[in-house]
């Protein structure tokens, strides 16, 4: 649910106005961060697997350190107690925390009974909803735009810069979703690894598309 995780960041915003998008957002794609790295580290497996279902191109094979719910709790224990610390806000921290932990909801909903309750769990959970495509499409991309839409909601552009690097960054998640959903796999585990890792960018990008817009608190 890669946009959807990008929705819950979007509309974190409503919860946490005095909060900067770049923590909001990156909260929802925390365990996506930390996966590729205990992937190269070996720590946690996938294969290349055209098909598992339709939505996907590779099978995750081993990955409770990074998305098990007990230990999504503990990253988002973690993250809010760092957003708390570093913006001073206990609304950040617990917003951040809370998008942390939505992350393994929704995939909860879109995945195939592959996620674990806690590293050594033999209870794995999945709704499958990836199984459809005009399913997923259908959940995934209305959520999306109420995402943006309770961003823009909650806040105003204070110049170009706040306008347009918005609709870019919203027109390229738009687009990595499209490739994901609907092109090749990767060659291997490795590209795929170094491709989600290569979404860090959206942080600072995140970062300063809110510099340049204000809360509707603050404008009025």
Same mark, same amino acid.
């Given at each position: 649910?890669?946009?959807?995780?990008?929705?819950?960041?979007?509309?974190?915003?409503?919860?946490?106005?005095?909060?900067?998008?770049?923590?909001?957002?990156?909260?929802?794609?925390?365990?996506?961060?930390?996966?590729?790295?205990?992937l190269?580290?070996?720590?946690?497996?996938?294969t290349?697997?055209?098909?598992p279902?339709a939505?996907?191109?590779?099978?995750?094979?081993?990955?409770?350190w990074?998305?098990? /719910? @007990?230990?999504? %709790? *503990?990253w988002?224990l &973690?993250?809010? +107690?760092? #957003?708390? =610390?570093?913006?001073?806000?206990?609304?950040?921290?617990?917003?951040?925390?809370?998008?942390?932990?939505?992350?393994?909801?929704?995939?909860?909903?879109?995945?195939?009974?592959?996620?674990?309750?806690?590293?050594?769990?033999?209870?794995?959970?999945?709704?499958?909803?990836?199984?459809?495509?005009?399913?997923?499409?259908?959940?995934?991309?209305?959520?999306?735009?109420?995402?943006?839409?309770l961003?823009?909601?909650?806040?105003?552009?204070?110049?170009?810069?706040?306008?347009?690097? /918005? @609709?870019?960054? %919203? *027109?390229?998640?738009? &687009?990595?979703? +499209?490739? #994901?959903? =609907?092109?090749?796999?990767?060659?291997?585990?490795?590209?795929?690894?170094?491709?989600?890792?290569?979404?860090?960018?959206?942080?600072?990008?995140?970062?300063?598309?809110?510099?340049?817009?204000?809360?509707?608190?603050?404008?009025?």
């Amino acid at each position: 649910m890669f946009i959807g995780h990008a929705a819950v960041g979007f509309a974190s915003k409503a919860g946490a106005p005095r909060g900067s998008l770049g923590w909001l957002l990156a909260a929802p794609f925390l365990l996506d961060f930390l996966w590729p790295v205990f992937l190269l580290l070996g720590i946690e497996n996938a294969t290349i697997e055209r098909g598992p279902n339709a939505f996907l191109n590779f099978s995750f094979d081993s990955y409770p350190w990074s998305h098990s /719910l @007990a230990m999504s %709790v *503990a990253w988002a224990l &973690v993250y809010g +107690a760092l #957003a708390h =610390f570093f913006t001073r806000s206990a609304a950040v921290g617990w917003v951040s925390a809370l998008g942390v932990v939505s992350h393994w909801i929704c995939d909860a909903i879109v995945h195939r009974p592959d996620l674990p309750l806690w590293p050594g769990s033999s209870i794995f959970v999945g709704m499958g909803l990836w199984n459809s495509v005009p399913g997923t499409l259908a959940v995934e991309l209305p959520m999306f735009a109420a995402g943006v839409w309770l961003y823009v909601k909650a806040t105003r552009p204070k110049d170009a810069v706040g306008r347009w690097a /918005l @609709a870019a960054l %919203v *027109a390229l998640l738009l &687009v990595l979703y +499209a490739g #994901a959903a =609907f092109g090749p796999p990767p060659p291997n585990m490795t590209a795929a690894a170094i491709g989600t890792l290569s979404l860090l960018v959206l942080v600072p990008w995140a970062v300063w598309i809110d510099r340049h817009r204000e809360s509707e608190d603050d404008a009025s």
